[in-house]
T-cell receptor
Framework: DVKVTQSSRYLVKRTGEKVFLECVQD?????MFWYRQDPGLGLRLIYF???????EKGDIPEGYSVSREKKERFSLILESASTNQTSMYLC?????????????FGQGTRLTVV | DQQVKQNSPSLSVQEGRISILNCDYT??????FLWYKKYPAEGPTFLIS?????DKNEDGRFTVFLNKSAKHLSLHIVPSQPGDSAVYFC????????????FGKGTKLTVNP
C-alpha cells in the first residue's frame, strides 16, 4: 500500500513563528504536492515538486516555501505564520505512469495559528 | 478563474437510491479526471478515474461518465449507502495525469438511512 505520512495531525502555533510541515512517501514517487483545504474553497495547490531539489509554485504560494532534499520527503515552510494560514494542509504524491495515475494523500495536518 | 467547477455544494439522498455528483471543467488540455472522497479530519482517498479516451468507467457501485464535448463529468453511486456520506472532490489533470491535479470545491453528500 502506498503510504504518505505527515508528521503531525494537529498543530497550534503562534503568529510570527516559523512552521515546518513534513511529508514522507514510501512509493518512490517523483511528484509531490502541498495543498490546503478551506471550507467552500476546496483544495488549493500551494507548491509542487517533480524531482529532488525542484519546486514549482502552485496557485497560492505567498507566505510559503518548500524544500525537497530527498525524493521521499517534501517539506512545507511557513516563514512567519499568520492567522489566515489556519487551515488543513494536505500532502500528496504521484508517479509518472504514461496512462495516468492518481495522487495519494496523507492524513492531513490541521494547523491553527493563534 | 476556476478550471474545475462543482456547482452543487451539497446533495442529500436516501439510502438505496442513486447519487449523482456533477463536475464541469473549462481547460481543454485536461485529459485525465479523478474523483476523491474525503471524510472530516482525514486526507482525500482516490475513488475512480477516467481518461479522455473513454466516456465511462465503472468500479462496483461507482461509475464515472465523461462528456468531452460538454466538458462535463459525473459520478454515479448506486445504490447509495450511509457510509458514502462524505465530501466528494472532482479533479482534473493534463498530460495523462502526470501534471498537477486541479480540484473543484467539493460536494458534500449526505445519504440518509
Amino acid at each position: 500500500d502506498v503510504k504518505v505520512t505527515q508528521s503531525s495531525r494537529y498543530l497550534v502555533k503562534r503568529t510570527g513563528e516559523k512552521v515546518f510541515l513534513e511529508c514522507v512517501q514510501d512509493m518512490d514517487h517523483e511528484n509531490m504536492f502541498w495543498y490546503r483545504q478551506d471550507p467552500g474553497l476546496g483544495l488549493r495547490l500551494i507548491y509542487f515538486s517533480y524531482d529532488v531539489k525542484m519546486k514549482e509554485k502552485g496557485d497560492i504560494p505567498e507566505g510559503y516555501s518548500v524544500s525537497r532534499e530527498k525524493k521521499e520527503r517534501f517539506s512545507l515552510i511557513l516563514e512567519s505564520a499568520s492567522t489566515n494560514q489556519t487551515s488543513m494542509y494536505l500532502c500528496a504524491s504521484s508517479g509518472t505512469e504514461v496512462l495516468g495515475t492518481e495522487a495519494f494523500f496523507g492524513q492531513g495536518t490541521r494547523l491553527t495559528v493563534v | 478563474d476556476q478550471q474545475v467547477k462543482q456547482n452543487s455544494p451539497s446533495l442529500s439522498v436516501q439510502e438505496g437510491r442513486i447519487s449523482i455528483l456533477n463536475c464541469d471543467y473549462t481547460n481543454s488540455m485536461f485529459d485525465y479526471f479523478l474523483w476523491y472522497k474525503k471524510y472530516p479530519a482525514e486526507g482525500p482517498t482516490f475513488l475512480i478515474s477516467i481518461s479522455s479516451i473513454k466516456d465511462k468507467n465503472e468500479d462496483g457501485r461507482f461509475t464515472v461518465f465523461l462528456n468531452k464535448s460538454a466538458k462535463h463529468l459525473s459520478l454515479h453511486i448506486v445504490p447509495s449507502q450511509p457510509g458514502d456520506s462524505a465530501v466528494y472532490f472532482c479533479a482534473a489533470s493534463a498530460q495523462g495525469g502526470s501534471e498537477k491535479l486541479v480540484f473543484g470545491k467539493g460536494t458534500k453528500l449526505t445519504v440518509n438511512p
